[in-house]
């Protein structure tokens, strides 16, 4: 079972109380493993190797409990724009001097 958070706080509590969790990307980010907030995440590699791609009966990596990191999953699919919009709201750009 994985824990699905929203928002980069979100994630960080989650994984300080011990779950596997899962977040979701903007459809545009490119990232397949970077380091936020004292977190590791790791892109769905189905969705970041492009065509070389791995099926989730290879993969498994999502339905692993004791990971060391975040699964990431971009946002796909005919609601993936509306989905990034709703995610910019919630996690809105620092200002300067922020
Ligand atoms: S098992 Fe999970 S992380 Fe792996 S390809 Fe499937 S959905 Fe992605």
């Known amino acids: 079972m994985n824990?699905?958070?929203?928002?980069?706080?979100q994630v960080v509590e989650a994984v300080r109380a011990?779950?596997?969790?899962?977040?979701?990307?903007?459809?545009t980010d490119?990232?397949?493993?970077?380091?936020e907030g004292g977190v590791e995440y790791v892109t769905c590699p189905n969705q970041s190797m492009g065509e070389r791609g791995v099926a989730c009966n290879a993969c498994f990596l999502c339905q692993k409990r004791d990971r060391p990191f975040v699964v990431a999953f971009r946002h796909h699919g005919p609601?993936?724009?509306?989905?990034?919009r709703r995610l910019e709201e919630l996690t809105p750009l620092p200002m300067a001097g922020d």
């Open 30 to 35: 490119t990232r397949r493993r970077w380091r």
């Open 79 to 84: 609601g993936a724009k509306r989905a990034d």
């Open 3 to 9: 824990v699905s958070a929203d928002t980069p706080e």
């Open 18 to 27: 011990g779950w596997p969790v899962v977040t979701t990307v903007a459809s």
